[in-house]
């Protein structure tokens, strides 16, 4: 069953009349189109016993038809009222006007919601077409595994970019900018979202940026990158020694890769996300560093670098093969130094093989 025929069959038997799939990267998921429409409309209308149909703006039709969608494009033009369109397409696949309705409530906009009960005064809004999508995607084909590993293989390139990059003087700012020019030379045109170039202190702030301030020598350097292969994510962290950090880094540094190695070789099928955390999280505590490991172990990876699972406490998800994740611990110091050490896997028959194969012992640049 194709991942169509696997959304009709979740359409009929919750008893909907379609679904309106309006994120982006959920309709790439079903149709192969990769688009970005910004304020436009863009819209896949999948009924449980018709044929789907994708809506873009007029000027996206011949690529998406490009993209290898075996259904129909429609389109409309910029004065045009795009669901009035949409509303004549699917009237004629129906012949009574659809009433129960999945949409996506994470995404879909109030004001687009609004243009279809304009369309379809009797619309409800019953399912959740979101948490269909979340279950869909947590477990990948092998194709998808594919494009994984190329992506991963991106992120292991612009690791080796970044540490050659590393040199006194240098502004994390424009390690980040190296990276990301080395990475669109060789036609990777996206990162799966802002890298991070962190040294020092700087680094004890997980979710700060890459500053101005040249790179602070006899520190830990922080990187935290991934790229979009064909629609796909990856994901991963370093952290390396610039100069000759302070025994409390060196000592940070060892305690989070005992974490994240031991967490990560104890993945195998059956094993919950709760537990996956709580042994990297008891190695960190009883190193001391407890309070200073302030986020989740792990996310699931994807289309988007932030998916399910969720590897954390309270989530008794068995993990099963196909399942994509981050084994990410960190051990962040206020005004001291930050560590994290990550790499995403796929989940195997009897363990699991990362995306990303940069080595993890502490590498020391001059
Ligand atoms: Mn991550
Ligand atoms: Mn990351």
Known sequence: MNKIEKMQNWLSNSGMDI??????????????????????????????????????????????????WNYDVFGYLDHEDPFKIIAQHILDRTSISPKKWAIEKASLPVSRMESVLQQFPDAQFLENASIYM???????????????????????????????AIKEGKTEQ????????????????????????QSGANAANPHGGPEKDPLKKNNLVL???????????????????????????????????????????????????????????DIITKAGYGEYFIHRLGHGI????????????????????????????????PGVAGVRIEDCVHVTEDGSEPFTHTPKELKFID
Not at 308 to 323: A, H, K, R, Y
């Open 302 to 333: 994807g289309m988007t670098d932030h998916e399910f699972p969720s590897i954390m406490e309270g989530n008794d998800l068995e993990i099963q093969p196909g399942m994509c994740f981050s084994i990410e611990p960190g051990i962040y110091i």
């Open 223 to 281: 990187f935290d990158l991934g790229t979009i292969h064909s629609g796909y994510a990856s994901d991963a962290s370093r952290t390396v020694a610039f100069g000759k950090p302070s025994q409390k880094a060196l000592d940070i540094y060892n305690v989070c890769l005992e974490a994240q190695l031991t967490a990560q070789s104890a993945i195998k099928p059956g094993i919950t996300a709760s537990q996956l955390d709580k042994i990297a999280r």
């Open 134 to 164: 979340e279950k869909a995607k947590l477990i990948k084909t092998p194709e998808e595994i594919k494009l994984m590993q190329a992506a991963g293989k991106e992120a292991d390139f612009a690791f080796s970019v970044g540490f050659n």
């Open 174 to 197: 424009e390690v980040v900018a190296e990276i990301e020019f080395e990475l669109m030379k060789k036609g990777v045109m996206h990162t799966s979202f802002d890298t991070i170039v």
């Open 19 to 68: 679904a309106y799939i309006n994120e982006p990267t959920h309709v790439n998921y079903f149709t192969g189109y990769e688009s970005d429409p910004i304020e436009r409309v863009l819209g896949l209308f999948i009924f449980p016993d018709q044929d789907p149909f994708l809506f873009t703006p007029q000027l996206e039709v011949e690529s998406a038809k490009k993209a290898g």
